[in-house]
């Protein structure tokens, strides 16, 4: 079974994936879509610690209409964000 892959390292915070779901799904933009990039940071700095974290949000059919390839995990330039 199919599903998404996705390592915060590779994640270079371009929000390519949040805007392929936007124009695919005639989401205007500004609007999440069912795509989300989140940059969470904890501790003080200098010791400041920064994750990126994708989700889908409610509603997201994978993109059946394109055969259930995901445009979002397709879009991805270094690879962060599969679909495997």
């Given amino acids: 079974m199919p599903r ?3 390592e915060s390292e590779a994640c270079i915070k371009c929000w390519a994936c ?3 779901c936007q124009i695919w799904h005639d989401i ?3 609007s999440a879509g069912f795509r989300l990039v989140e940059e969470h940071d904890e501790g003080t700095f200098p010791q400041v610690k920064r994750t990126i974290t994708t989700r889908i949000l409610p509603g997201c059919d994978l993109c059946r209409s394109n055969g ?3 445009r ?7 690879g962060a964000l599969r679909w495997e």
Avoid: I, N, R
């Fill in 4 to 6: 998404f892959e996705f």
């Fill in 28 to 30: 205007p933009a500004g």
């Fill in 18 to 20: 949040q805007v392929a």
């Fill in 72 to 78: 979002c995990a397709q879009v991805c330039p270094t």
């Fill in 68 to 70: 259930g390839a995901p």
